[in-house]
């Protein structure tokens, strides 16, 4: 199964979100069932998506973000039983621009990631190093260092699910991707050490996916690599007919 995840940013109001959605239901079902759609609006147009009716059941929501605490004074907080309440399934936790622009420690993204897993939202924990991190040799432990500060004496019951987003930092937004073998390396890398942390077969059954200057035209060379269980994409998951193109190429891996 290849999942395919559209993070909006901070784009589209109410009305381009429902125009966005209503062009994408009426393109139908990806062709093949084994891939999973995941739109992550911002929060008011992702309260108003889904109650809307305009959003097909091939296509679930998500949160860009959530809080680390449960309830209480936090102004401008929103906690899971809000996304919740409001259609999502699963909450960004640790997105780049959180971490670099917005100053996110990681000790707020695992309460951010623990506070999604008890309030029955899938987290996608996002781990990536910039540029000057890889240019230093320090890829994997910043890597680790991101999962370890997050995942670190977690153990996932049944019906606690983790999706984890590889997206370097560097290739966020700039159009330069990571090389196939860079990918490789990284999420084998991810892979291992999932298995450290959460015990090997957990660890093994959590999909991986790749975010960084995603397009149509280099997707399908990137979501066949053996490590990659999907994408997590920012602007080319702007325009329906664009997402609509990538379902399609998960769809033929
Ligand atoms: P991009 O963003 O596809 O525009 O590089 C990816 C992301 O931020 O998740």
Redesign the pocket.
């Known amino acids: 199964m290849k999942i395919v995840a559209g993070?909006w940013?901070m784009y589209k109001t109410i009305d381009e979100a429902q125009t966005y959605v209503r062009q994408i239901a009426a393109l139908g079902a990806p062709q093949k069932a084994g891939v999973q759609a995941i739109l992550f609006p911002n929060y008011v147009a992702l309260g108003a998506l889904s109650g809307s009716g305009l959003v097909p059941p091939w296509l679930s929501l998500g949160a860009q973000d959530v809080a680390g605490e449960a309830e209480g004074a936090f102004t401008g907080e929103v906690s899971p039983a809000m996304i919740v309440s409001a259609g999502a399934r699963y909450a960004l936790v640790g997105?780049?621009?959180r971490r670099h622009i917005i100053g996110e420690s990681d000790d707020l993204v695992r309460r951010k990631l623990v506070n999604c897993l008890r309030g029955s939202i899938t987290p996608v924990l996002?781990v990536g190093e910039t540029i000057e991190e890889r240019r230093a040799g320090t890829m994997k432990s910043v890597i680790f260092r991101q999962l370890d500060a997050a995942l670190a004496d977690l153990t996932l019951t049944a019906d606690q699910h983790l999706l984890v987003?590889y997206?370097p930092v560097w290739?966020?937004?700039?159009g330069e991707n990571a090389t196939p073998e860079q990918i490789e390396e990284a999420h084998n890398l991810i892979r291992q050490h999932l298995a450290s942390c959460l015990g090997d077969s957990t660890g093994r059954a959590i999909p991986l996916l790749y975010?960084?200057?995603?397009k149509p035209f280099n997707f399908a060379s990137i979501v066949s690599l053996p490590s990659v269980d999907g994408g997590?994409?920012?602007?080319?998951?702007l325009k329906p007919d664009n997402f609509w193109e990538l379902l399609q190429i998960a769809g033929g891996c």
């Open positions: 993070n940013k997105h780049s621009e996002c987003a997206e290739a966020i937004g700039t975010g960084g200057s995603v997590l994409i920012g602007g080319a998951s």
